[in-house]
């Protein structure tokens, strides 16, 4: 998966990868002489995490707002972003046959009961508060309004912003590493101890449930750790979508898109990874359907579960009885239109990855999901947007310009079936020019700004996606809470290291390869130093110190971005090699001392995101889904 913010790649989004070692490490920070200047850096994050009393003394389901109306004013006129997904008079949905249109309203429908899942998934408190403002707001309450107007942008009461800073909507309330799949509150300690003394009674069935990407985790009557499956966490919403996905087949005009809906519909109804096997091969293998509808189930929001990865004695225990440790899936959901003409761009993609897979470092020592020689069993859409909820729709930092699914930890994948790219149209396609140049001008040299293209981006974003597929396929979870980092790097280089060859073989010029390495260079440049929670930009900040390194890339002290093309590739090549590496390894020390290395907020990176803060305020953003709305509106009234 990779990031956008306002259809800008910062490249993930992301995102949500908690790695403890590393926020105790001096050497993590920026250098000495530039600590004043952190430092207040750092007191605004705590002034912001201690949740400064903006609110008002009403109370919503036993809590006060924390921001007043006047501060909800400004951040939803000034500092925050929307992004339009297809409109209500699209004409892609105007074009849809009859039956289409249909089944698109229980797709949407199923899509709004499934969010609920990811909110309660990712805070206890999430539901009551959100009903509580939903109540308010509908009697009139402006305050209520404006505050849930940022709880859906976010989905949730609490988000990181675009400054990497915890935004609190209500006071008194917390963020748990564990989410809601733990209990609140549980901690690294009573993780390690719970599964620890489990071995000592030889619950290793116990252990593997609780560890399984696929449960929540809730204490029995002992007080003792177990897991329990989503699907029968959250019974009556499962089936509640599964009736919707059903009654789709019967009206969609695409047998294969039907006969995936049935499958999903079937694993939504009983707790069985084998169901979403089978679910997740008919979806990988969906290529010329009029709709599109995706379960996204992705690791990004538990920060909890990679401790396990780092308590030596525990990780000896899980390796002796082959037990994979997962981070927990977060639920989302994509509903679309397949766009034709995009999609007919991204298959011309399709006939270089057997090259490609046979160029990645190592090759012979692992086994990967494109095969150098073969079918290649990789389908690629894309989307015109109608509906992202749950997790894959929650603004926090960013949103995502695509997505590979289903990941490697998934049974479809680990048994060859293949995998599926999605492209997200409408968040690429934003953007003001304007705003754009903006940037350029305080952070690219100014002789590389007609080398910097938004469509360059989506050039590059189609190798990032591409390139999950490329490399080992399996252990990487090993890496525990660096795994998510480690494996967006992997990306970003596998998609630059190609970028010879596809010259070489006519499909780019050497103009358009700048204009790819200029692009992304110049967005991976941040607005602030991320939070280690955040994978995508955790590493978009050692690739820029890689690059700097091996005399790649140069910043000067005015925070203006030079790039020395003839060393770019090379250097992706580089340390695209060092990932698989560590990859390859399984050792979550090696791939911690790799993230320690290049995860310096150095003073000069420090300059360009101030020079991007004084043209850029934004800290949120939101979705608009008026086609969504107005369809959901009309059928409701027809029905009723």
Partial sequence: ???????????????????????????????????????????????????????????????????????????????????????????????????????????????????????????????????????????????????????????????????SERTFLFKDTENYKGKNFYPPGTTEEELIADLNNKFKNDDILGIRQILSQRTVVKKDASG??????????????????????EKAAEVSTNDDFNKYLLAQAKAFKKADPELDAEADRLWAKL???????????????????GAAAEDKKLLKQLKKHKIDFQSKDAIGVRVGIVNKEGTQELLDFKKYLPALADQMPFKEKYTQAIKPKGDVKQTMVDVDLVYLTGDVGSYRGGITLAENLPNDDKLSVQRGYGRRNAYHRQIRLGGNPEKIQKRL???????????????????????????????????????????????????????????????????????????????????????????MSQAHRVRSVMQLNYFIEKGALEI??????????????????????????????????????????????????EKSASNIRKIDNTLHGVLE???????LKRVSKAIK
């Avoid at 309660?120 to 309004?145: R, Y």
């Avoid at 959250?234 to 979508?241: E, G, I, R, T």
């Avoid at 280089?493 to 204009?515: N, Q, R, W």
């Avoid at 889904?625 to 369809?631: R, S, V």
Wanted: hydrophobic share 35%; net charge neutral; aromatic share 8%.
């Fill in 441 to 531: 001008d305080a952070t690219l040299k100014k002789e590389l700004h007609k080398y910097y293209k938004k469509e360059a981006d989506h050039d590059f974003t189609i190798g990032h996606e591409n390139a999950h597929s490329l490399g080992p396929s399996n252990g990487k979870a090993a890496l525990g809470n660096f795994a998510n980092i480690i494996e967006e790097a992997k990306a970003d280089m596998g998609s630059l290291a190609s970028l010879d060859y596809l010259v070489e073989k006519g499909k780019y010029t050497e103009d358009k390869k700048k204009e790819i390495l200029t692009s992304w260079a110049n967005n991976e440049l941040l607005k602030s130093k991320p939070d």
């Fill in 224 to 245: 003792n750790l177990k897991g329990v499956d989503y699907v029968d966490a959250y019974p009556k919403h499962f089936q509640k979508a599964a009736v919707h996905l």
């Fill in 287 to 305: 290529q010329d359907t009029p709709l599109e509808f995706t379960i996204t189930r992705e690791q990004y929001e538990d920060e909890l579960s």
């Fill in 1 to 163: 998966m990779i990031l956008a913010t306002t259809g800008v790649n910062c490249a993930s989004h992301p995102r949500r990868n908690n790695v403890k070692f590393l926020q105790n490490k001096h050497f993590i920070g920026v250098p000495a002489k530039s600590n004043d200047m952190m430092n207040t850096l750092g007191l605004m994050g705590r002034i912001n995490m201690a949740q400064v009393n903006f609110g008002s003394s009403k109370k919503y389901a036993g809590h006060e707002l924390n921001f007043s109306e006047a501060e909800l004013d400004k951040r939803l006129k000034d500092q925050t972003s929307t992004i339009k997904l297809l409109e209500a008079n699209a004409p892609k949905y105007k074009e849809l046959a009859k039956g289409d249109k249909k089944a698109l309203f229980h797709l949407v429908k199923a899509a709004e009961i499934l969010n609920d899942v990811f909110l309660d998934m990712d805070h206890h408190k999430n539901l009551a508060l959100k009903q509580a403002l939903v109540t308010e707001a509908q009697k009139g309450d402006t305050h209520a309004q404006k505050t849930l107007k940022l709880f859906n942008g976010m989905q949730g009461i609490t988000g990181l912003d675009r400054m």
């Fill in 625 to 631: 889904h008026t086609l969504a709305d107005k369809i």
């Fill in 556 to 605: 000067d002290d005015k925070g203006i971005l030079d790039v020395h093309y003839e060393k770019m590739v090379p250097t992706a090549k580089q340390m695209l090699s060092d990932i698989v590496q560590i990859q390859m390894g399984k050792d979550p020390k090696k791939a911690e001392d790799f993230v320690a290395k290049y995860f310096q907020w150095t003073d000069k990176i």
